[in-house]
């Protein structure tokens, strides 16, 4: 089942946060996030696995709540390239295989 | 190579005819993934192949749609009989095996008219 993000869009200024949610009715065994810019390939962001561990990028913040079948997304300090569509994926136990929300829209205005 | 490679990058078809979308993965990933993304839409999971074990094609919309990987590597989707319905753009991704992240490719922008 798709999991279901909130919001659907945000607009921030520059150095504003934000942070984007996530959430499954399924057990999962890893979140996925990714940002797409606007023709381009979706991004890897990060990736939180059931038990605690995370891999990404230094600059990214997110968490994982096994209980509630959430994650959260937090950007901090906005910059005009963090614009575009980020995606959270989630994994059901151990599957290998993600299954995409249908995207949140970030625009940083100057 | 470096990167996850799609070819073509956009194909325009008559309704009716068969299309090929090939990807290349990047050396070493055992996992290949196809995704479709229609316009402004999110990711819709096709099918996943997983080294030598029988991929998972239950994203699959109908028996037109068809994938092979051959000797672990490259991947070719198939679709035949191409609608309207079909035009997306269809996303290729790799992966190592386990907890890693996904690469996408540029994607194959399909026109169906």
């Known amino acids: 089942q798709q999991p279901v993000q909130s919001p659907q869009a945000v607009i921030l200024r520059e150095g504003e946060d934000a942070v984007i949610n996530c959430s499954s009715s399924?057990?999962?065994?890893?979140v996925h996030w990714y940002r797409q810019k606007h023709g381009e390939a979706p991004v890897f962001l990060m990736i939180?696995?059931?038990?605690?561990e995370q891999k990404g990028h230094e600059k990214i913040s997110a968490s994982f709540n096994e209980k509630k079948q959430q994650s959260s997304l937090y950007l901090t300090a906005s910059q005009l390239s963090y614009s575009g569509t980020y995606f959270c994926?989630?994994?059901?136990?151990?599957?290998?295989?993600?299954?995409f929300g249908q995207g949140t829209t970030l625009q940083v205005k100057p | 190579g470096a990167g996850v490679s799609q070819s073509p990058s956009n194909k325009v078809t008559e309704k009716g005819k068969d299309v090929e979308l090939r990807c290349d993965p990047i050396?070493?990933?055992?996992?290949l993934y196809w995704y479709r993304q229609s316009l402004g839409q999110g990711l819709e999971f096709l099918i996943y192949?997983?080294?030598?074990?029988?991929?998972?094609k239950s994203g699959l919309p109908s028996d037109r749609f068809s994938a092979e990987r051959t000797g672990g590597s490259v991947s070719t989707l198939t679709i035949q009989r191409t609608q309207q319905e079909d035009s997306a753009v269809y996303l290729c991704?790799?992966?190592?095996?386990?907890?890693?992240?996904?690469?996408f490719g540029s994607g194959t922008r399909l026109t169906v008219v």
């Open positions: 991704a790799s992966s190592l095996a386990g907890a890693d992240g996904y690469t």
């Open positions: 399924k057990a999962l065994y890893s």
């Open positions: 939180l696995l059931k038990g605690g």
């Open positions: 994926g989630t994994e059901g136990s151990n599957t290998g295989k993600l299954i």
């Open positions: 050396s070493g990933h055992t996992a």
């Open positions: 192949f997983q080294g030598n074990s029988a991929p998972d």
